[in-house]
């Protein structure tokens, strides 16, 4: 694929540019957590793992994809290649449909085989949260390898102070896919205590262009988002919210986005995704034991394919509805002891609804799945030095299949978590943390039924249902230190260091079992054998991760180590979803009289040859990256990238897609 010239030049031009307008100086102020127990929290604070990408770092990094940025964290890998319709997660060895996502603090329950989870637009977000590890005590089903929380823009992180109303407009360019981005947003606050934001964003690709020198065919996309907010606080006290949230991806790919396309199952597969939420909080200095919040949400993700070489139409669509309701009540008791008590519950209902050419398709059920569940959880401040987290939840759970010959299944699961953070000195602090998580299993893993696939005249492959199926339970225990510390070599700088091991012992994974034989079995009468899903035996994950970073304010460089081992307890082989030991790099400079910030970023994958009997091992590889912001005005900004600047020619571990090459970027966005 060609690349535009202009850009190369672009780049060293703006690097020797100099102004005469200073950067402002910013104070430090303490990464602040939600995801992990609910309320704000400093992440040094926090007994668990958490992770935090700001907006400059989306801004600075140009992601088309949310993965693309989470990718460059600790223990978290992207897999499903390059097609943002197939990407997914895995946290220390948990794949992706072991993962809770979150929008705004809302569950989002779609899941599909070799399908992304989410797909929403990086432009619409402020901020995003990782927490490594299970997370149920809190979050219920779910959370057995962690919970991604994003957090969309506001009007109040846009406006200036002062400020009554505000816009922004962006445009940008990737040659890797020859992608266009444009972005305009409006937003104000046209009284005291009421704000609005508005915010649309398309993006149009064609394929991406391999390290091997070839393109991925049927890799183009067009995705048009948009984000509708409105707050409103007539006093002070009580706050009202309204959020859209919508999105469509539509593309020519094949029906496995993760694979190679043929002839025979290319799709035109359109999705969308809507989002929508009401809130209710109430905040009252005086009143530290009533600070209730509601929120009432719907999800929607309806999915419309037609396949091409037969016309053939399939139709899925996933609705979630939802009441989360909370209450959190400070209480100070005698001496230097202070408690952050937060209770509540919350309810979802999945419906599944999925047909094929209008008749009801049995590979994708027909059913509804009903949660409701309870939570506790006490922030116990002691002294200036001890927190202690416990916390517990109860959830009740059903599933009911459309199929009146399919029994229904209910279950029940309780989750406890119990942290600890003590700092021993102002600088240095210890953590211990003991969570669990279960994972319900969903509608299409109890009843699917139907063909899975063909094997020649005579011969079918069948699903069968297992209503029977127990849900998925994770045992974490982990150990950390932090140090962090102000003023070490020079005044106004800043160094840090955090080490972390943990365990992670997870029973009855839900594995998708395949008997292939050629002889009648219970469930298939013919040939072909039979497909069903079952509790399989238990698995141990273990594993750390090191991060050291220092910031002087003109430079700055961070670095991290992650570690993850995994095992079948019962046949010792190692667990195929672990991916490989990874190094990372980051250094660069800020020029504040210049108003130019310039850094370079490595990633060293290390080979994986700890592989089932039946594994593919994959190769070591190595991607380095380069990036540069100019801000020649306070209103106006250039962000230039260059990923894989080697042009590297490199295949993920449990991908059969290799990556993208070298890709040249550059972003230019005007607020006023």
């Not at 209902?349 to 049995?362: K, M, N």
């Not at 109890?446 to 127990?470: A, K």
């Not at 509790?535 to 991290?560: I, P, Q």
């Not at 400079?589 to 593919?616: I, M």
Request: hydrophobic residues 35%; charged residues 25%.
């Amino acid at each position: 694929m060609s690349q535009p010239a202009s850009l190369p030049r672009l780049v060293g031009c703006c690097a020797l540019v100099a102004l005469a307008q200073p950067l402002a100086a910013e104070p430090r102020l303490p990464t602040i957590s939600v995801v992990a127990t609910g309320t704000e929290r400093a992440v040094d604070t926090l007994p668990e793992s958490v992770s935090v990408v700001e907006r400059d770092q989306l801004e600075r990094d140009q992601p088309s994809t949310v993965g693309e940025v989470l990718e460059t964290l600790p223990n978290v890998a992207l897999g499903g290649g390059p097609r943002p319709a197939g990407q997914q997660l895995t946290i220390r060895g948990i794949g992706d449909s072991r993962l809770l996502y979150l929008i705004d603090g809302v569950r989002q329950n779609f899941s599909r085989s070799h399908s992304a989870r989410i797909f929403v637009e990086p432009e619409l977000l402020e901020r995003v949260e990782v927490l490594r590890g299970p997370a149920s005590a809190l979050w219920g089903s779910g959370a057995i390898g962690g919970v991604v929380a994003l957090q969309t823009r506001e009007a109040a992180d846009l406006l200036r102070p002062g400020q009554r109303i505000g816009g922004l407009v962006k445009t940008g360019y990737q040659d890797v896919n020859d992608e266009w981005l444009g972005a305009a947003a409006v937003y104000g606050a046209p009284t005291d205590g009421f704000d609005y934001l508005l915010n649309l964003s398309y993006r149009e690709a064609g394929d991406v262009a391999l390290g091997n020198g070839e393109d991925l065919d049927h890799s183009g996309y067009e995705r048009l988002s948009g984000l509708g907010k409105l707050d409103w606080t007539p006093d002070g006290v009580n706050h009202f919210g309204l959020s859209l949230m919508a999105g469509a991806l539509s593309g020519e790919v094949p029906s496995n986005a993760q694979i190679a396309a043929t002839a025979e199952d290319l799709l035109d597969r359109d999705i969308q995704q809507t989002n929508l939420a009401l809130r209710y909080r109430h905040e009252a200095p005086d009143q530290p034991w009533f600070n209730p919040s509601l929120t009432l949400y719907r999800n929607l993700t309806d999915i419309d394919e037609t396949r091409l070489h037969d016309g053939r139409e399939d139709e899925t669509e996933i609705e979630t509805l939802g009441i989360d309701l909370r209450n959190q009540m400070r209480l100070s008791g005698e001496g230097a002891l202070a408690q952050l008590l937060s209770y509540g519950l919350e309810w979802h209902r999945d419906s599944v609804e999925a047909s094929r050419d209008g008749a009801p398709r049995s590979s994708y059920p027909d059913g509804e799945g009903e949660v409701l569940g309870l939570f506790l959880q006490d922030e116990i401040m002691i002294g200036e030095r001890w927190t202690l987290i416990p916390g517990v939840r109860w959830d009740r759970y059903t599933r009911e299949s459309d199929d009146a010959t399919l029994e229904d299944h209910d279950d029940s699961a309780f989750s406890a978590k119990l942290g600890v953070d003590v700092a021993v000195t102002d600088w240095l602090s210890l953590q211990a943390s003991y969570n669990e998580a279960f994972r319900a299993p969903g509608v299409s893993e109890l009843y699917v039924s139907g063909t899975h696939f063909s094997c020649g005249r005579g011969c079918q492959n069948l699903f069968v249902p297992n209503p029977d199926l127990e849900p998925e339970k994770a045992h974490n225990k982990e150990i950390g230190i932090r140090l962090h510390r102000d003023d070490l070599f020079a005044p106004g700088d800043h160094a840090r260091f955090q080490a972390r091991a943990f365990r992670n012992d997870v029973d009855d994974f839900i594995d998708q079992i395949v008997q292939f034989v050629f002889y009648p079995v219970p469930g298939n009468p013919d040939r072909g054998g039979v497909t069903s899903f079952r509790n399989v035996d238990s698995a141990k994950l273990e594993g750390f991760e090191l991060e050291a970073g220092y910031d002087a304010g003109r430079w700055f460089a961070n670095a991290f180590f992650a570690r993850t081992r995994g095992e079948d307890k019962t046949s010792g082989e190692p667990l195929s979803s672990v991916q490989p030991d990874t190094w990372q790099f980051e250094a660069g400079l800020r020029l504040p009289e210049r108003r130019v910030e310039l850094g370079w970023r490595a990633r060293f994958v290390a080979e994986q040859d700890r592989v089932p009997v039946d594994g593919t091992p994959a190769d070591a590889y190595q991607l380095h990256d380069l990036w540069l912001t100019w801000r020649p005005h306070r209103d106006l900004t250039l962000d230039l990238g260059i990923d894989n600047l080697f042009d590297e020619d490199y295949l993920p571990y449990l991908s059969a897609l290799e990556g993208p090459g070298r890709n040249l970027k550059a972003t230019l966005s005007y607020r006023f």
